[in-house]
């Protein structure tokens, strides 16, 4: 069904993250810890979301997080360093399809961004009692996410040509969105002009219906915002195997 050029190189995207787990898995695990020391500390007991006290509702939203922040790391930082150091050409060479080459990428992506997610959900869990009001919800946002942040990180291996390219990517897009997405509020706490901005960012979509898996209430019906991230990850994909084609920045 695999084809075995698939199958290596899903298998060299997944151990190139595992072997270096203390930097992959281990480090944002940390980061995540910290933000919820700190914002729940701080903040604990002024802030009330729904009825639901401020370390349940930030759990969730760090998790996912992670889950998209380090999805983009992997299949982005895996294509730079290809066409950095060259080996990149041992991809192309191979009777791969588009398609193949594509999915492994996300695949691993999706692997990734799921183990952090599991490690920040397992060292944070314990601060908070979390229900879990919609299991299904949870699994198909974390995956989806995953997903569509594996497809942002190819798209953006493809066009950067240098790890300044490749971080402005990161730091101009990926973290103000993912910030400015309701990880540590809601968005019906943001003035007019705000709230209205925070429903053109698909971020918001992702984390909303995931949190949604754990108390049942989120800002946007879980139906809309399922409608709107497959769309989204539709588009990118899309796009990410018309750059495989056209082999955009790939031959030089």
């Known amino acids: 069904m695999f084809s075995v050029g698939f199958q290596t190189l899903l298998y060299k995207e997944m151990l190139r993250f595992w072997k270096v787990?203390?930097?992959?898995?281990?480090?944002?695990?940390?980061?995540?810890?910290?933000?919820?020391?700190?914002?729940?500390?701080?903040?604990?007991?002024?802030?009330?979301?729904?009825?639901?006290?401020?370390?349940?509702?930030?759990?969730?939203?760090?998790v996912m997080m992670s889950v998209l922040q380090n999805a983009f790391a992997n299949s982005s930082s895996s294509l730079i360093q290809s066409k950095i150091t060259g080996n990149l050409v041992f991809i192309l060479l191979p009777p791969l399809?588009?398609?193949?080459?594509?999915?492994?990428?996300?695949?691993?992506?999706v692997a990734r961004g799921l183990t952090v997610g599991a490690g920040v959900f397992i060292a944070t869990v314990w601060f908070a009692k979390l229900s879990f009001a919609a299991p299904l919800w949870i699994l198909a946002f974390a995956l989806l996410g995953a997903a569509i942040l594996g497809t942002m990180g190819v798209i953006a291996g493809i066009w950067a040509e240098k790890f300044d390219q490749l971080a402005a990517f990161q730091n101009f897009l990926i973290m103000p969105a993912t910030f400015l997405s309701g990880v540590f509020y809601s968005i019906h706490s943001l003035p007019p002009f705000w709230l209205t901005v925070s429903h053109f960012n698909?971020?918001?979509?992702?984390?909303?219906?995931?949190?949604?898996?754990?108390?049942?209430?989120?800002?946007?019906?879980?139906?809309?915002?399922?409608?709107?991230?497959?769309?989204?990850?539709?588009?990118?994909?899309?796009?990410?195997?018309?750059?495989?084609?056209?082999?955009?920045?790939?031959?030089?």
């Not at 946007?220 to 955009?248: E, H, Q």
């Open 21 to 62: 787990a203390t930097q992959t898995v281990a480090a944002p695990v940390l980061t995540a810890m910290l933000y919820l020391l700190i914002f729940g500390h701080v903040l604990e007991g002024h802030v009330n979301v729904r009825g639901v006290n401020y370390t349940a509702f930030l759990i969730p939203g760090l």
């Open 97 to 109: 399809s588009h398609w193949e080459i594509l999915s492994a990428y996300v695949l691993a992506s």
């Open 202 to 252: 698909p971020f918001f979509y992702m984390i909303d219906g995931f949190r949604h898996g754990f108390f049942g209430q989120s800002d946007v019906s879980p139906w809309t915002s399922l409608a709107i991230v497959s769309a989204f990850f539709a588009v990118l994909a899309g796009i990410a195997i018309n750059l495989l084609k056209r082999g955009y920045n790939l031959r030089h």
